[in-house]
């Protein structure tokens, strides 16, 4: 039976230990972490991706525990909608919205389609003929899934001269708390504010700002709370009823320049490892998922990087290109792009729509 090793148990590793588990492959997940998933934050997964969900019979699942979600779009911070989405044209277009949900859920989900997981089991080195070290042994395997993450140290081994993650000059924060409201996100001067409704009468928060790297605040909910005051309702009075323990900050970072081939030898690069990207197309863990179908579905690894290289090059810059725009703090450029999206708003829903077909219309190399 032919074996393969995956290095890490975050959304794209934990999918490709599923898809190639269901291949007829015998699997080994390590994690270097004592549990799976500890993010407690929201997760939205794209038509594109539950379409390769569907490949290892997890789409319906998540269809069943996520919220969809609903007709929201963008807006300034004062409230005003600058264009609208609808979840109904979406489903009509792509045969499904895009959906939210826990991570955790997610993960669990997957967790439980994959082999178990070797938890607390740091992998040290690996090398291109399929050598896996870690503090307990030596693995060997036919394959390696590299699905260590933005900071992978697999990618840093094959590729030492490749330049690493570059900050995007935006941190973010993420939180979950109780309520119900209409999804949508606010751009300001610099700063961006989600607001997502997941089921359960919860809401997935999030929002970004300009921010010097690895920067903490003394209260992270203060700092929010100081960022957005006077933004449009439901911002403020959901800040008020945020548990200050759930707000996570993570600095923003993507791979600027992509790897040469995401394989060497019996090594495959997955997921963040490969292309890690900024958060603004919500598509970071949705490419990880089709990186795993489309790894445990394609018969050798240069097949493998000839589909994903040039499928995900051009989503990290276009998010790249959002951020950017979402970062601007200049009068002037705020309304020229706000205007821009105003005007590209009126165009329709299905018009905005349209503009998402090259990364919402993938379709798996097979159908379930
Ligand atoms: C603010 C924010 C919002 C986001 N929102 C979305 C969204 O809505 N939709 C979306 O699709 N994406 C989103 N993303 C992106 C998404 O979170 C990532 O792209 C995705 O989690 C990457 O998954 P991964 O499995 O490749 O890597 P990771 O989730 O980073 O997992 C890597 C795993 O490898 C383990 N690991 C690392 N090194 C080792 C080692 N040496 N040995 C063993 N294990 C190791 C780690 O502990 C970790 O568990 C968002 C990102 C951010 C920052």
Excluded at 51 to 59: K, P
Excluded at 202 to 212: E, M, V
Aim: hydrophobic share 45%.
């Amino acid at each position: 039976m032919r074996h393969a090793v995956v290095v890490g148990a975050g959304i794209g590793g934990l999918t490709a230990a599923a898809a190639l588990k269901q291949q007829g492959w015998a699997v080994t997940v390590l994690e270097r972490a004592a549990s799976i998933e500890p993010v407690g934050a929201g997760l939205a997964i794209a038509p594109n991706a539950l379409r390769a969900l569907d490949v290892i019979g997890v789409g319906d699942q998540v269809r069943k525990l996520a919220a969809f979600q609903g007709s929201g779009g963008i807006r300034t911070k004062t409230g005003k909608w600058l264009s609208r989405t609808s979840a109904e044209a979406a489903e009509k277009r792509y045969g499904d919205p895009t959906v939210l949900l826990h991570r955790a859920v997610l993960a669990n989900l997957l967790a439980e389609k994959a082999p178990e997981i070797e938890l607390n089991t740091p992998v040290k080195l690996v090398t291109a003929d399929g050598v896996v070290s870690t503090s307990k042994g030596e693995l060997r395997a036919d394959l390696v899934v590299a699905a260590d993450g933005i900071r992978s140290r697999v990618r840093q081994t094959l590729f030492p001269s490749l330049p690493g993650p570059v900050y995007a000059g935006v941190t973010s924060w993420r939180f979950i708390a109780d309520g119900t409201a209409q999804p949508s996100e606010s751009w300001g001067d610099g700063q961006v504010f989600g607001v997502m409704p997941l089921v359960g009468e919860q809401i997935y928060g999030y929002a970004t700002a300009p921010a010097p790297p690895g920067g903490t605040a003394p209260g992270e909910l203060a700092e929010l709370r100081r960022l957005f005051a006077g933004w449009h309702d439901p911002i403020p009075a959901l800040l008020d009823r945020t548990d200050p323990a759930r707000v996570i900050r993570t600095d923003i970072f993507s791979l600027e320049t992509a790897p040469p081939a995401f394989h060497v030898g019996k090594v495959a690069l997955l997921g963040d490892a490969a292309h890690a990207m900024t958060p603004n197309l919500g598509q970071g863990a949705c490419q990880a998922i089709e990186d795993a179908i489309t790894l445990a579905y394609t018969t050798d690894l240069s097949a493998y990087s000839a589909a994903r290289l040039p499928r995900t090059t051009p989503i990290v810059k276009r998010s790249r290109t959002i951020s950017r725009m979402t970062a601007w703090r200049n009068p002037l450029a705020v309304a020229a792009r706000d205007t821009m999206i105003g005007l590209a708003g009126r165009l329709g829903t299905t018009a905005a729509l349209r503009q998402m077909d090259s990364v919402f219309a993938w379709e798996p190399p097979v159908r379930p």
